[in-house]
């Protein structure tokens, strides 16, 4: 199993900037993509953004241009930079991982709060 923990939540002014970090423990070695996911008040889980084993990343729409995902794999740490963050924004923001031969998510993080302040 792979246990995950995200920080580097916060409060930012619209135009700001945050950059979220997940860093995974435990059979990090079966991971087979890790998943920026976020979570507004009354809204669904969607995905943010992506990063395989082999590099390839991508993205939601939304967000193309103004996040990046990118990955340490010293630190086994996956970061998402947030970049001319809007009000919209504003969410709760998952880490999660899928694993080698699966087609769920094999872990989720307990979540990291950001908020976009207008």
């Known amino acids: 199993q792979v246990q995950l923990a995200e920080s580097g939540g916060g409060l930012v002014q619209a135009g700001g900037s945050l950059r979220l970090s997940c860093a995974a423990s435990g059979s990090i070695s079966n991971i087979f993509a890790v998943g920026w996911f976020r979570q507004a008040p009354g809204k669904q889980r969607d995905a943010v953004a992506t990063?395989?084993?082999?590099?390839?990343?991508s993205y939601d729409d939304p967000v193309k241009g103004r996040f990046t995902i990118s990955r340490d794999n010293a630190k086994n740490t996956v970061y998402l930079q947030m970049d001319s963050l809007r009000p919209e924004n504003t969410a709760v923001y998952y880490c999660?991982?899928?694993?080698?031969?699966?087609?769920?998510?094999?872990?989720w993080g307990q979540g990291t709060q950001g908020t976009v302040s207008s």
């Open positions: 999660a991982v899928q694993c080698a031969g699966r087609t769920t998510i094999s872990s």
């Open positions: 990063i395989r084993s082999d590099g390839r990343t």
